[in-house]
């Protein structure tokens, strides 16, 4: 809603902006909407997937190799998916990679409710989603950077995460009372169901995506063809390395994704492997609370979106993103001194603030500096770089927790990631980053 300024001019309201993308983009809504449904599935898995194990062994060894095996294949995997994106037909990609992780969570479900379930079959599982993964994020990626046009970048990106944010208030908790109350396998089950969604909100996206294209081409008099093409391709190896030299031309890139190949192994070891143990085998804390927590990073990460949507551009960014970076850290330092409930639950929030308002920045940064045509293989780089050494992360939390005890390895590995931040802080590159 409007309102007259003292000029006379229309006042709009601050959060009009994050109308913009429904108004000027027609892909916007598919895209949106689809990856809003399945990260519902797959919030609800990330919850009941920990507790599951930790109910089958009680080990943070098992855990880390259970992240180590959805990491892995993963892993492996980006160096040929960016040569893949950026060759064939985007939306494609991420239909068929939806279309075989319903399988897979729907053989997870079946398995899990008729009792048949064991550690050496979720291995399994968990490798072959994480395979697909992947496959599907740096698709999405490149497809996200296209739909989001500079005129809706801040308001698509904001709003994609705030509501994306926004169902971590729901998934989680959602998680949590299933386990509890019902089974994982009816867990797994609704995952599955969310990508068959997600599948339809492809194919409409994909309808839209290539109408423009065919508009577009017929004001030019240029046939038609997907953006990603399907000429003959280069080999992977040459577009890898075509990846690097973008990389390579922007510091604040190249720096960014080494540094946090080491802060992603300390803050997201501590996050998956031992923040579950803390609540529920340290405090022996009932699994809604623990659900309850990760719904609280959501609280937080919805304020720093709204936060950072509000204006289209910010000065500072550099110092903006890592300051995130370390204020999260901070939080998960002071997670093993939370006592209570409550003070846990306050401590995620903030966690999630920080990585938020980091999260964003990079995005951002990304859509701006990298050529569309390109952005596959630089995407795939980055999730490479930021996720190579997550497998040998796990393990090492886990197997260093049960060697010297869990809240001494959370204060570890927190004080470690914290440092790095603070150093790479340090680089006028990075610090000066607009």
Known sequence: MSTAGPSGQPKHH????FAAPFRQSRAFPYLWLGHLVSFLGSSVTMVILPVLVYSLTGSTTIMGMVMAAYMLPNVIMLPVSGHIVDRYDRVRIMMLADIARFIVMITTAVLSLTGVLSIPLLYGLVACYGLLDGLFQPAYAAVRATVFTPDIRVAANSLTQITTQSVRLIGPALGGLLITHLSAGIGFGIDAFTYLISLICLVYLRRVMMTRLQAAATETDIPAKPAAGTSPAPHWRQDFAEGIHVLRSQPWLWITILAFCFVNICYTGVISVLLPWLFKVHHGWPPYLYGLAVTFSGVGAIAAGLLYGLRPKWNHRGILAYGGA???????????FAGTPAAAVTLFAV?????????????ISLQELVPKEAFGRVASLDMFGSFALLPVGYILVGWLADQIGGVPTIIIFSGLGLSCVALVLCVPAIRKFQ
């Open 351 to 363: 966690e999630g603030f920080g990585l938020m308002i980091f999260g964003l920045i990079w995005e």
């Open 326 to 336: 370390l204020i999260s850290g901070a939080a998960l330092l002071l997670l093993p």
């Open 14 to 17: 601050p959060l009009e902006g």
